[in-house]
């Protein structure tokens, strides 16, 4: 009778550590991993908190500039000197932000889930502004950046990522030429096709843009979470 007590004791004391583990591992696994505070204080973590907040800012900063340029365009389809230096220091504060945010994303690639990657932290941003490979390389970026963040790794997103990064080229290209646009088509329709431009197209390329942001950010929070839950069964 005694022994019979013992091992329901014994097996008591084992099951119900091994629930907790199993709980916290579909809960992890089905759940959208926001908050970090429960997570235990290391490097890594330290860097999947630094990540989140710079995905804050630099989507906070994107829907800004595209509200910006819509409501611009409403009350002033011509933009006066004030307008443009607004535009300019938003502008600015995206590619600041945005070459932030990327930097930690790519780097917590290696440094916080030991994958291999196809080039440095700094060479993934430093594509963004080199002519010529500007054009095709940060698109490998992020699929790259996407493919390894996500876990399971998810290779459904190419068609989102070449829409997103072709809208982003565009938007490249009708800055740097809506200038010759303006002399080379009538002035009415020259002027109309510009303001939907700047109304529809460019707003919805930075809500797109932030979509891709908080999607890798939440891919990698969640990794994140799973990783630790590994290290504790380990």
């Known amino acids: 009778m005694g022994s019979q007590v013992s091992s329901i004791r014994f097996l008591d004391h084992v099951s119900k550590p091994a629930l907790k583990i199993s709980f916290q591992i579909k809960r992890t ?4 991993p926001i908050h970090l505070h429960s997570m235990h204080p290391s490097p890594e973590n330290s860097k999947l908190k630094s990540l989140l907040t710079r995905s804050r800012v630099t989507i906070l900063l ?5 509200v910006m340029l819509a409501v611009q365009m409403v009350m002033s389809p011509v933009p006066t000197t004030e ?3 607004i535009r300019s220091v938003l502008w600015i504060s995206v590619i600041l932000a945005w070459s932030s945010w990327l930097w930690r994303a790519y780097g917590n690639l290696n440094e916080v889930f030991d994958l291999d990657t196809k080039r440095s932290k700094k060479m993934a ?3 963004h502004f080199i002519p010529l490979l500007n054009i095709v390389k940060p698109y490998e970026v992020f699929v790259e950046l996407w493919s390894l963040s996500a876990s399971p790794p998810k290779h459904t997103h190419r068609a989102l990522l070449r829409t997103w990064w072709g809208g982003w080229l565009l938007c490249w290209i009708y800055y740097r030429r809506n200038t010759e646009l303006s002399r080379a ?3 009415t329709i020259s002027q109309t096709a510009l303001t ?6 460019l707003p919805a390329i930075c809500v797109l843009a932030a979509y891709v942001i908080w999607s890798i950010t939440l891919f990698q929070l969640e990794r994140g979470q799973l990783q630790q839950v590994h290290d504790i069964l380990e």
Do not use: A, Q
């Open 29 to 32: 696994s089905y759940s959208t």
């Open 62 to 66: 994107l829907l800004t500039l595209g």
């Open 83 to 85: 307008d443009i230096f």
């Open 125 to 127: 941003v430093l594509h």
């Open 185 to 187: 088509m009538p002035d």
């Open 196 to 201: 939907i431009l700047d109304i529809c197209f």
